[in-house]
Nanobody
Framework: QVQLVESGGGLVQPGGSLRLSCAAS????????MGWYRQVPGKERELVAA???????NYKDSVKGRFTISRDNAKNTVYLQMNSLKPEDTAVYYC???????????????WGQGTLVTVSS
């Protein structure tokens, strides 16, 4: 069974930085796109950043230049480096990945449990 486990959330002051990590484990054959979403109460979950298996990245406009997504394919891990954080970045951040597992090889979408990021003075 495939799992995504996140870490790195917490409380940070405006202008500060945090680094989120998400490690995939289980019977993994291949991981395609990986990404980070966020959600605040009363709003839909939104894409923050994504990275393909070949390293092509995509960002939400409001985080461009502040957030950087990266992945370590050898460790089945995706990271989100968040700099110059703003109060409006406060949300629960969720890791997402499309994973082909053994023995089905069928690409399925998986989600992490979420990690809370709070930006406040």
């Amino acid at each position: 069974q495939v799992q995504l486990v996140e870490s790195g959330g917490g409380l940070v002051q405006p202008g500060g930085s945090l680094r989120l990590s998400c490690a995939a484990s289980g019977s993994i054959f291949a991981i395609n796109a990986m990404g980070w979403y966020r959600q605040v109460p009363g709003k839909e979950r939104e894409l923050v950043a994504a990275v393909t298996s070949s390293g092509i990245t995509n960002y939400k406009d409001s985080v461009k230049g502040r957030f950087t997504i990266s992945r370590d394919n050898a460790k089945n891990t995706v990271y989100l480096q968040m700099n110059s954080l703003k109060p409006e970045d406060t949300a629960v951040y969720y890791c997402n990945a499309e994973i082909q597992d053994y023995p089905s090889w069928i690409p399925l979408e998986h989600w992490g449990q979420g990690t809370l990021v709070t930006v406040s003075s």
